[in-house]
């Protein structure tokens, strides 16, 4: 599969946050069963969870913790949800930064040049293609974001909208991730978020990146490819850079320095872009066309 610099990226940063994310849902609940097992409910944590590093700061019972680590599921939610978002928001960002090496692949917007509005940003990294479920389900996780980034994480209208006015196909594919739908009690107080719906957010995440991805594989040219991988390679290390840049395109290039250049630009296609069956034309075509 075609995997540009900023797709890539993002693919490690996210398999960092949910390996992550795991990690502290097993911790709760490790932490949790320890409290369970407790001699003495009045007995203090930190005196059963003495050989783990700053337990000695949690001054409360065996009791009192197990509700902590019973609540961390939702306080963890409220946390991370926001922090996948935002890593999503900037595979969007890299996207769009990208396709402006390109005349006509991102339409002007009347705001300012460098800012951008999420959902705007999220309809332009679709290239006018529909919307698909993944499309609508960010949709709504940009709602549900933004109540707790400015609504002190209680619902409000605007995000009861958008769950009652998602299609059926996203409220069923919401439900199959989380296992539940999405649960409120009224306006104005706390959703029921924990694990479920982080879990939810980051597999909607996941879709809508290689939906990306795919729509970046369509509309580019071979040409515009060949530019994409060029620059990928210039920009990846430093030695790539210093490589790229060692003889000035088309001047002074001996016969043996246009095969190294090309067989570097060839080894980097190969490995994240092998779907693409660069030419070593193509590919230094490209390079000369970024310098």
């Given at each position: ?91 969007c ?55 707790m ?20 196909a ?58 994409v ?16 840049n ?45 310098r």
């Open positions: 599969m075609i995997q540009y610099r900023a797709f890539r990226t993002w693919q490690a940063m996210q398999k960092r946050s949910n390996n992550s994310i795991l990690a502290l849902s097993v911790g709760a609940n490790h932490a949790r069963r320890e409290m369970d097992q407790a001699p003495d409910s009045e007995i203090k944590a930190r005196t059963l969870l003495n050989a783990v590093p700053l337990t000695e700061r949690l001054d409360v019972t065996a009791a009192e913790a197990k509700k902590i680590f019973e609540s961390a599921a939702t306080d963890m939610a409220f946390l991370a949800i926001p922090q996948v978002v935002a890593l999503h928001i900037e595979l960002v890299e996207t769009v930064v990208e396709c402006r090496h390109f005349q006509g692949l991102i339409k002007h917007h009347d705001k300012e040049p460098g800012w951008w509005p999420v959902p705007l940003l999220h309809k332009t990294v679709r290239f006018s293609e529909h919307k698909t479920t993944a499309d609508h389900l960010l949709a709504f996780i940009l709602k549900l974001r933004n109540t980034m400015h609504g002190a994480g209680k619902v409000d209208d605007e995000l009861v909208k958008a769950w009652k006015h998602l299609p059926p996203a409220k069923t594919r919401w439900e199959s991730l989380a296992g539940r739908p999405f649960t409120y009690t009224k306006v104005d107080v706390l959703p029921t978020l924990g694990w479920p719906e982080v879990m939810a957010t980051l597999a909607v995440t996941k879709e809508s990146a290689h939906e990306i991805n795919g729509r970046l594989r369509r509309i580019l040219t071979r040409g515009q490819w060949a530019e991988i060029a620059r990928d390679y210039r920009d990846s290390t430093v030695v790539g850079r210093r490589r790229f060692a003889v000035a395109a088309g001047h002074g290039l001996t016969g043996a320095e246009h095969d190294r250049v090309v067989q570097r630009l060839q080894g980097h296609a190969l490995t994240y872009y092998r779907d693409l069956a660069m030419t070593a034309a193509e590919l230094r075509a490209g390079r000369d066309e970024v």
